[in-house]
């Protein structure tokens, strides 16, 4: 079945960096663009980046372009959202989802940034 | 960047009875592919978003008959027949027409 975990989370100190991984298995994970987003405590969902199936293009949401980078590696199955420069309001939920049909057919349980001083 | 606004934002609903959420996105979302990337998602609490419908209408695999989106161009609706305990939660719709995708703010519905 298919699977995401996301891992890499943490408390963090604003103007920081931090990485965050999301394992995929059960789905030949080079065939499916890959998805971000995120959800501030008590907030709705904010679509965060996407990441093309072979990595060769990425987008991103204004509120994080220049500051995060996503990437993947197809041998590892494996999606990675490298987080630069943080701020207070990057404080949030963070989910891997894979692209289907132009929607997200399946979401990890989420790894937790916090972003503080 | 395309608003997704939903209506309304909490919808207390006895147990049985239907429920229903509308979404309007700020420009039409029919795709020069000729589908419309209109998708809604259900999160209970505590637990991620889960896809229920994709392209309006298409319900994915395992989620219950009683869900079904319907709309057009730029007015979406999602219903549920006859609601069950298992379907609280924050409903979302979504698009994906273009980048950014964006969201609706999230429809809360709880049991009366």
């Known amino acids: 079945q298919v699977q995401l975990v996301e891992s890499g989370g943490g408390v963090v100190q604003p103007g920081r960096s931090l990485r965050l991984s999301c394992a995929a298995s059960g789905f030949t994970f080079r065939d499916y663009a890959m998805h971000w987003v995120r959800q501030a405590p008590g907030k709705g969902l904010e679509w965060v980046a996407v990441i093309w199936s072979d990595g060769t293009k990425a987008y991103y949401a204004d509120s994080v372009k220049g500051r995060f980078t996503v990437s993947r590696d197809n041998f590892q199955n494996t999606l990675y959202l490298q987080l630069n420069s943080l701020r207070a309001e990057d404080t949030a939920l963070y989910y891997c989802a894979r692209h289907w049909a132009r929607a997200n057919d399946y979401w990890g349980q989420g790894t937790l940034v916090t972003v503080s001083s | 960047d395309i608003v997704m606004t939903q209506t309304p934002l909490s919808s207390p609903v006895t147990l049985g009875q239907p429920a229903s959420i509308s979404c309007r996105s700020s420009q039409s979302l029919v795709h020069s592919d000729g589908n419309t990337y209109l998708s809604w998602l259900q999160q209970r609490p505590g637990q991620p978003p889960r896809l229920l419908i994709y392209k309006i209408s298409n319900r994915l695999s395992g989620v219950p008959d009683r869900f079904s989106g319907s709309g057009a161009g730029t007015d979406f609706t999602l219903k549920i027949s006859r609601v069950e305990a298992e379907d609280v939660g924050v409903y979302y719709c979504?698009?994906?027409?273009?980048?950014?995708?964006?969201f609706g703010q999230g429809t809360r519905l709880e049991i009366k």
């Open positions: 979504m698009q994906a027409i273009q980048f950014p995708i964006t």
